[in-house]
């Protein structure tokens, strides 16, 4: 499917939107079938669709902009292309903390989510400050966070593992290997929403 052709004639960026979300099931379901390059292609021209709206009302488009930056990142991952998942999640790493300045207090649990995300690509890619960066900011959300939410708990213990593991790495007392709770995989309680 073409996403880029049904774009010709769309006016209203609430239509674009719906495209785009259309897309972006679309590329998801490509992608548990087994047609990860189809996925990643329905998701790449799903954003492009994305834009005009996140850009008109970020309120209200925004954060399923971010959503679907994160959500192609991990289908980059699946299909191989681990150095354009990094980039994408660090997109969706953007775009949170912007939506978070606009709102403070809001956002934070995605944010902290997507940093996690992107911290466990970052690792495997050599990137072990930028790894501990993305976890460290990670923890101090969610740690500020247990009292109004204390959920958060649950999401906090992935992290100080991963940002553990980092710095066993560093040290060079650990070994490479993968993360436990998944390569690139959505933590618990991120990307639901619009899709």
Do not use: C, N
């Not at 009302?57 to 954060?63: K, T, V």
């Not at 191989?80 to 949170?96: F, H």
């Not at 900011?137 to 966070?145: H, Q, S, T, W």
């Not at 995989?185 to 899709?195: D, E, H, L, N, Q």
């Amino acid at each position: 499917m073409a996403l880029h052709r049904i774009r010709i004639g769309l006016a209203d960026p609430s239509e674009e939107h719906r495209t785009a979300v259309l897309g972006i099931r679309l590329g998801i379901l490509q992608g548990e079938m087994g047609q990860v390059a189809e996925g990643v292609e329905s998701l790449v021209a799903a954003r492009h669709l994305w834009r005009r709206p996140a850009a008109a009302d970020p309120e209200e488009y925004g954060p399923g902009h971010a959503r679907s930056r994160l959500r192609l990142g991990q289908l980059l991952v699946e299909a191989g292309r681990t150095e354009e998942a990094v980039e994408a999640t660090g997109e969706a790493v953007v775009r949170w903390h912007t939506l978070r300045r606009e709102r403070p207090g809001a956002h934070g649990p995605e944010l902290a989510a997507v940093l996690t995300v992107h911290a466990s690509l970052r690792w495997p890619a050599g990137d072990l400050g930028g790894a501990l960066e993305a976890t460290g900011e990670a923890v101090e959300i969610y740690r500020g966070l247990t009292g109004v939410l204390p959920d958060v708990v649950d999401r906090l213990h992935p992290v100080l593992e991963l940002q553990a593991r980092v710095l066993l790495h560093r040290a060079g007392t650990g070994r490479r290997r993968r993360w436990r709770a998944g390569w690139g995989r959505i933590p618990p309680g991120v990307g639901g929403g619009a899709f």
